[in-house]
Antibody, heavy 118, light 112 residues
Framework: EVQLVESGGGLVQPGSSLKVSCVAS????????IHWFRQAPENGIEWLAYINTDRTWTHYAETVKGRFTISRDNAKNTVDMQLSSLRSEDTAMYFC???????????WGQGVMVTVSS | DIVMTQGALPNPVPSGESASITCQSSKSLLHSNGKTYLNWYLQRPGQSPQLLIYWMSTRASGVSDRFSGSGSGTGFTLKISSVEAEDVGMYYC?????????FGAGTKLEIK
């Protein structure tokens, strides 16, 4: 069974950093592009970033470029995202998802909550 | 950025009736390869999004044939025939033509 499990969320102060992680199982992780999304409370879905299979290419939304860094470890079936210089508007549920090549996101994690507040 | 605009539903929709959700994109999502890069997702309350339709009209694996997608380059429709209680949630369209990937604001489906 394909599974994606996020972890690492919590309550942090503005300006601080946090790492969220996504551990995958049930499929050949190294052959899939992984993306991160977020959803603020009662809001829609925002795409944040992706990393390709061999870590040679990453791409970010302008809202997080320069503050968030995505990385992956194919030996550990993990994709991390380092969140820095956090702002109150970064408060959201963060999801990782597997891309079915060109076809959309066919598996999502359950999400991890990040709250930025003083 | 490509802006995705979704229409509303006349909620609540009576169980067993059909429901159609519209989505418009600010740019044609028709690629030169002939595919239209428009996806539909359902997010049930308290759950993660679930892929329903990709390439505008292809049902994802395991998705009921009560769901169908159609449209042109910039205007799209997700039709749910004979809505059921399990269809309740937020429906999102999403373009996969170019980055940044963008979603519509969502359309809520309630069942009577």
């Amino acid at each position: 069974e394909v599974q994606l499990v996020e972890s690492g969320g919590g309550l942090v102060q503005p300006g601080s950093s946090l790492k969220v992680s996504c551990v995958a199982s049930g499929f050949t992780f190294s052959t899939y592009v992984i993306h991160w999304f977020r959803q603020a409370p009662e809001n829609g879905i925002e795409w944040l970033a992706y990393i390709n299979t061999d870590r040679t290419w990453t791409h970010y939304a302008e809202t997080v470029k320069g503050r968030f860094t995505i990385s992956r470890d194919n030996a550990k079936n993990t994709v991390d995202m380092q969140l820095s210089s956090l702002r109150s508007e970064d408060t959201a549920m963060y999801f990782c998802a597997r891309e079915s090549p060109g076809m959309g996101f066919d598996h999502w994690g359950q999400g991890v909550m990040v709250t930025v507040s003083s | 950025d490509i802006v995705m605009t979704q229409g509303a539903l006349p909620n609540p929709v009576p169980s067993g009736e059909s429901a159609s959700i519209t989505c418009q994109s600010s740019k044609s999502l028709l690629h030169s390869n002939g595919k239209t890069y428009l996806n539909w997702y359902l997010q049930r309350p308290g759950q993660s999004p679930q892929l329903l339709i990709y390439w505008m009209s292809t049902r994802a694996s395991g998705v009921s044939d009560r769901f169908s997608g159609s449209g042109s380059g910039t205007g799209f429709t997700l039709k749910i025939s004979s809505v059921e209680a399990e269809d309740v949630g937020m429906y999102y369209c999403q373009q996969f033509l170019e980055y940044p990937l963008t979603f519509g604001a969502g359309t809520k489906l309630e069942i009577k």
